[in-house]
């Protein structure tokens, strides 16, 4: 069964996704998750982005509240007009409320994190709401020692979870897809964490999407052919225009690489 699966999921074209990362209302983009800068307006780039052909969509409310809620579904309803391809939603997200708001605004997914490791019952909860096709669990992961750790709040605070682990009671509990960010790759463009990808990939039945590192168009080429993940992530190599999507997909159809 499981060499079905992997069948099934090879045989499907590769997404790439741009990332936004929203604060206040503006596109901002750090390293390691820290050192903020502005990376302009996200319904701007969110038009630009499904204009350059990009698969789907990322925005991540980086420092959402519950007090935040009403400018995320705001932002949510702004996208959705400019757009017509897939996007994901996360930051704030704790219960079925929060999620059924920004599904209602427009959202395609939603992602869940630091309120899923909190809370594992909340994956469950909002497969049987919405379905496990809307579910993103997203994963911070650092090497702590020789361990891959989860770590909460934007990287900052690591907890007692081994990652792969998580990933695999993550599916067990009904995510769709698995969002996996490498801390330690995160922000420095030097390539995907390829090794522990793999890893996780050939572990799980759902969608991989691999994000953190991503620094030129060979980091995408490698990240697809030594792990097979369904997607790979980026958020400043396109937000300034270091990669740009057409020419991206060009170089990965070269290499025999199945994109859309």
């Not at 990240?223 to 997909?249: C, M, R, W």
């Amino acid at each position: 069964m499981d060499q079905i699966k992997q069948h099934i999921r090879s045989g499907l074209a590769k997404r790439i996704i741009p990332c936004l990362d929203v604060k206040d209302g503006r596109t901002v983009k750090g390293v390691n998750f820290v050192d903020l800068r502005d990376a302009g307006d996200p319904v701007e780039l969110a038009w630009n982005y499904s204009q350059q052909g990009a698969d789907e969509l990322v925005f991540l409310d980086i420092t959402a509240t519950h007090e935040k809620r009403k400018t995320t579904v705001d932002l949510v309803k702004a996208v959705a007009r400019q757009i017509n391809i897939p996007f994901t939603i996360g930051g704030g997200i704790n219960e079925i409320a929060d999620a059924d708001a920004l599904l209602n605004a427009g959202a395609d997914k939603i992602s869940i994190n630091s309120a899923a490791v909190r809370n594992p019952a909340l994956i469950d909860e909002l497969a049987k709401a919405f379905g496990v096709q809307f579910v993103i669990v997203a994963v911070d992961t650092r090497h702590v020692g020789n361990t891959n750790i989860v770590h909460l709040n934007g990287g900052r605070i690591p907890t007692e979870k081994e990652t792969l682990s998580w990933i695999l009671e993550a599916e067990s509990r009904g995510a769709g897809e698995i969002l996996l960010t490498s801390m330690d790759h995160d922000g420095t463009k030097a390539g995907f964490d390829n090794t522990f990808l793999k890893v996780v990939n050939d572990a799980v039945h759902i969608p991989v999407i691999a994000s953190g590192g991503a620094g030129n168009k060979q980091h995408f080429v490698d990240v697809f052919e030594q792990t097979n993940v369904d997607a790979a992530l980026a958020a400043s190599v396109f937000h300034y225009g270091e990669i740009l999507i057409p020419d991206l997909k060009s170089i990965l159809r070269e290499r025999q690489i199945e994109v859309r």
